[in-house]
């Protein structure tokens, strides 16, 4: 796996993105295959519910003509008139004020043989003729006569009211003639027909508050059901076709309908829908924030802690606030902590033990050369001498045989102990580098200063009056110190210092033992410091 995509907090973004994703594309789903649905079929019923309305309209129009064309039909004077009896009906009743206030475009007066028998209306060019039958000058109303004789020959007792859609879009209503007070036959039928003129469509967007228009269609054109076309975001257009005359046409209610419902249904649905989409990513946000907050930043906090832990020497800090928290991390983060503490006890137990004679305390051949080492380097940038001490127990073979391996122990140890108290200096460094051999650094100390410090060294050592009975040169214990120093800009390293420091330790010996030499030779060397 990448870098980048190993980190958990980019992964838990991903996790948590893919699932804010994935609930966003479920609602979108939701939104296109649930709500979408039941919003437009809803928006499909209130079309239905708004055409059926206009189709009401419409029908209380032909209850009015149909009650109008009553009023007239049984009435005793048409009655009469019909029959031939009352002549003077037309003059009374029939003038172009009678229609144009009853809206209508004519009045045709049947028989009982359905032959007209007077006619009254306005013609093509809006003439108002009255006259007997379909004669001149009222032929125009033929084509309505022939239109109507089918319906006149199933004439029943009913009233009844039609839509005509050819010529001229119209309603008409026909109903037999009879007597107003006594049951009589029927003495002929009354039709009257009213155009739906644009007036006419007008009042009726009035009275509905639809914009709609009605329009004469071919039966082969026309669709049986409603039918619901969506022309913008705020508008569709709904129609439905209603029976008509001719059999072969129909009449058609357009409407233009708005889309209020449907609008506001969406928006709401949108509203939630960016408030859920909101909700989800401030949600998304705070989970991510909280995952920072609470995991991410103290693993991370951890990790910078045990990067430290590899670097520095000494065991880092804990950050106090992760070991005052009481959940898992701050578990984890004290158990670390422990662990830590606990590695570097052991390392610092095996780095002493490693460093340090474990008889004495003092420190070992390979502390004694690491900072001898050390020290030559750190001159060559002082430029002052680095010295050492070499010190051996004289007859310190006889003192074991005498006192005993034990005693040559403890020996040894009350030796380190006083070298410890003696040499003081915090730079100066006392080894034991050999089984009764020691050594000691003197970093900046001139060979002068050394031979001082050593034949000091050496008096404090006889003046502990530690008893050795069998040596030869004292009756106390005693010890030879070689010294040497080396400038570092000289070409004396570590070891030609040590040995230089052996040989001087050797002439002392040669030189009868408790005392400190030098040697002559040494470049370096001053002068040798024969004790007595
Ligand atoms: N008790 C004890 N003795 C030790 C230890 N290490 C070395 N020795 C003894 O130190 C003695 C050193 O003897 P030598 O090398 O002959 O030197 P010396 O007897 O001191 O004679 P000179 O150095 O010539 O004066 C040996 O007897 C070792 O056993 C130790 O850790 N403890």
Same mark, same amino acid.
């Given at each position: 796996?990448?870098?980048?995509?190993?980190?958990?907090?980019?992964?838990?973004?991903?996790?948590?993105?893919?699932?804010?994703?994935?609930?966003? $594309?479920?609602?979108?789903?939701?939104?296109?295959? &649930?709500?979408?649905?039941?919003?437009?079929?809803?928006?499909?019923?209130?079309?239905?519910?708004?055409?059926? !309305?206009?189709? !009401?309209?419409? /029908?209380?129009?032909?209850?009015?003509?149909?009650?109008?064309?009553?009023?007239?039909?049984?009435?005793?004077?048409?009655?009469?008139?019909?029959?031939?009896?009352?002549?003077?009906?037309?003059?009374?009743?029939?003038?172009?004020?009678?229609?144009?206030?009853?809206?209508?475009?004519?009045?045709?007066?049947? %028989?009982?043989?359905? !032959?007209?028998?007077?006619?009254? /209306?306005?013609?093509?060019?809006?003439?108002?003729?009255?006259?007997?039958?379909?004669?001149?000058?009222?032929?125009?109303?033929?084509?309505?006569?022939?239109?109507?004789?089918?319906?006149?020959?199933?004439?029943?007792?009913?009233?009844?009211?039609?839509?005509?859609?050819?010529?001229?879009?119209?309603?008409?209503?026909?109903?037999?003639?009879?007597?107003?007070?006594?049951?009589?036959?029927?003495?002929?039928?009354?039709?009257?027909?009213?155009?739906?003129?644009?007036?006419?469509?007008?009042?009726?967007?009035?009275?509905?508050?639809?914009?709609?228009?009605?329009?004469?269609?071919?039966?082969?054109?026309?669709?049986?059901?409603?039918?619901?076309?969506?022309?913008?975001?705020?508008?569709?257009?709904?129609?439905?076709?209603?029976?008509?005359?001719? %059999?072969?046409?129909?009449?058609?209610? %357009?409407?233009?309908?708005?889309?209020?419902?449907?609008?506001?249904?969406?928006?709401?649905?949108?509203?939630?829908?960016?408030?859920?989409?909101?909700?989800?990513?401030?949600?998304?946000?705070?989970?991510?924030?909280?995952?920072?907050?609470?995991?991410?930043?103290?693993?991370?906090?951890?990790?910078?802690?045990? &990067?430290?832990?590899?670097?520095?020497?000494?065991?880092?800090?804990?950050?106090?606030?992760?070991?005052?928290?009481?959940?898992?991390?701050?578990?984890?983060? &004290?158990?670390?902590?422990?662990?830590?503490?606990?590695?570097?006890?052991?390392?610092?137990?095996?780095?002493?033990?490693?460093?340090?004679?474990?008889?004495?305390?003092?420190?070992? !051949?390979?502390?004694?050369?690491?900072?001898?080492?050390?020290?030559?380097?750190?001159? &060559?940038?002082?430029?002052?001498?680095?010295?050492? $001490?070499?010190?051996?127990?004289?007859?310190?073979?006889?003192?074991?045989?005498?006192?005993?391996?034990?005693?040559?122990?403890?020996?040894?140890?009350?030796?380190?102990?006083?070298?410890?108290?003696?040499?003081?200096?915090?730079?100066?460094?006392?080894?034991?580098? /050999?089984?009764?051999?020691?050594?000691?650094?003197?970093?900046?100390?001139?060979?002068?200063?050394?031979?001082?410090?050593?034949?000091?060294?050496?008096?404090?050592?006889?003046?502990?009056?530690?008893?050795?009975?069998?040596?030869?040169?004292?009756?106390?214990?005693?010890?030879?110190?070689?010294?040497?120093?080396?400038?570092?800009? /000289?070409?004396?390293?570590?070891?030609?210092?040590?040995?230089?420091?052996?040989?001087?330790?050797?002439?002392?010996?040669?030189?009868?033992?408790?005392?400190?030499?030098?040697?002559?030779?040494?470049?370096?060397?001053?002068?040798?410091?024969?004790?007595?």
């Amino acid at each position: 796996m990448p870098r980048t995509f190993a980190s958990l907090r980019l992964r838990f973004l991903l996790a948590l993105g893919g699932v804010l994703c994935l609930a966003l $594309l479920a609602l979108v789903l939701v939104a296109r295959y &649930q709500i979408m649905p039941i919003l437009l079929e809803d928006e499909e019923q209130f079309a239905g519910s708004e055409l059926d !309305r206009a189709e !009401r309209a419409i /029908g209380s129009e032909l209850g009015h003509m149909r009650r109008v064309v009553e009023d007239w039909a049984w009435w005793d004077d048409t009655y009469q008139f019909v029959l031939g009896e009352r002549p003077e009906y037309v003059d009374s009743n029939l003038y172009q004020s009678t229609l144009e206030t009853l809206d209508l475009k004519m009045m045709i007066f049947f %028989d009982a043989q359905h !032959r007209p028998v007077w006619v009254a /209306g306005f013609d093509e060019d809006g003439e108002f003729t009255s006259c007997n039958g379909s004669k001149t000058p009222c032929h125009w109303v033929v084509s309505y006569i022939d239109a109507m004789q089918s319906k006149l020959e199933r004439q029943s007792d009913e009233t009844q009211t039609w839509l005509l859609a050819s010529p001229d879009m119209a309603m008409a209503s026909m109903s037999g003639i009879y007597r107003s007070h006594e049951t009589s036959p029927s003495a002929g039928s009354l039709l009257m027909v009213r155009p739906l003129s644009t007036s006419w469509i007008e009042q009726l967007r009035d009275t509905t508050g639809i914009e709609l228009d009605v329009n004469s269609v071919s039966n082969s054109n026309a669709d049986a059901n409603d039918n619901l076309r969506r022309v913008s975001s705020t508008r569709m257009a709904a129609s439905r076709t209603l029976d008509a005359m001719p %059999d072969d046409h129909l009449i058609r209610v %357009d409407a233009l309908l708005p889309r209020q419902r449907y609008q506001a249904s969406l928006e709401t649905f949108r509203f939630a829908l960016y408030w859920t989409s909101g909700v989800l990513i401030v949600t998304l946000l705070i989970v991510l924030w909280l995952l920072e907050s609470i995991v991410l930043a103290p693993i991370r906090q951890l990790s910078r802690f045990t &990067q430290r832990v590899h670097l520095e020497a000494a065991p880092p800090p804990m950050p106090a606030h992760l070991l005052a928290r009481r959940d898992e991390i701050g578990t984890l983060a &004290q158990e670390f902590r422990d662990l830590v503490d606990h590695h570097y006890q052991q390392s610092s137990l095996l780095l002493e033990l490693s460093q340090h004679d474990s008889l004495t305390g003092l420190a070992n !051949r390979r502390l004694f050369d690491q900072r001898l080492e050390q020290a030559l380097h750190s001159a &060559q940038a002082s430029g002052h001498q680095v010295s050492a $001490l070499m010190i051996d127990i004289d007859h310190f073979k006889l003192y074991n045989d005498y006192y005993g391996h034990l005693a040559g122990d403890d020996c040894l140890i009350a030796l380190a102990e006083c070298m410890q108290q003696h040499l003081g200096g915090k730079r100066i460094l006392a080894a034991r580098t /050999g089984g009764e051999e020691f050594s000691v650094l003197m970093p900046d100390t001139s060979l002068q200063a050394a031979m001082l410090q050593a034949e000091s060294l050496r008096l404090a050592i006889e003046a502990r009056a530690l008893p050795h009975a069998t040596s030869p040169t004292a009756p106390h214990l005693t010890v030879s110190i070689g010294v040497a120093s080396c400038h570092p800009t /000289g070409l004396d390293d570590a070891v030609s210092l040590m040995q230089a420091a052996d040989q001087a330790l050797y002439r002392a010996k040669e030189s009868g033992r408790n005392r400190v030499a030098t040697i002559p030779g040494h470049r370096h060397a001053t002068t040798t410091a024969p004790s007595q």
